[in-house]
């Protein structure tokens, strides 16, 4: 079952802007950490971005200085701001929350993502 769903994505030049949002279907859970991922050219999704529970980010090398991944809390959701986009960050866009509850231990949920494409 979808746990959180994105929005945001579209059709853009390149050196254009985007924002991604991510949040919880049914607001069932909070998002303490989470990431942004693409779903790259294998079966192996593509790290782009992460934040932890303490707010610390880190960024693939391919989109630092140019995305930045944020957690609204008072909204429970993630977003990505993605500036200066490239035709190369054309692909299909996903979130992933960490479920915490009580006596289980945490566990990711992705969304069903949202298509990027930059035209050059």
């Known amino acids: 079952q979808v746990q959180v769903a994105e929005s945001g994505g579209g059709l853009v030049q390149a050196g254009g802007s985007l924002r991604l949002s991510c949040a919880v279907v049914?607001?069932?859970?909070?998002?303490?950490?989470g990431g942004w991922y693409r779903q790259g050219p294998g079966n192996q999704r593509e790290w782009v971005a992460s934040?932890?529970?303490?707010?610390?980010?880190a960024y693939a090398d391919s989109v630092k200085g140019r995305f930045t991944i944020s957690r609204d809390t008072a909204k429970n959701t993630l977003s990505l701001q993605m500036n200066n986009l490239k035709p190369e960050d054309t692909d299909v866009y996903f979130c992933?929350?960490?479920?915490?509850?009580?006596?289980?231990?945490?566990?990711?949920?992705w969304g069903q993502g949202t298509q990027v494409t930059v035209s050059s």
């Open positions: 992933k929350a960490v479920r915490i509850r009580l006596g289980r231990p945490p566990y990711d949920v």
């Open positions: 049914g607001n069932d859970f909070s998002i303490n950490s």
């Open positions: 934040i932890t529970s303490g707010g610390a980010t």
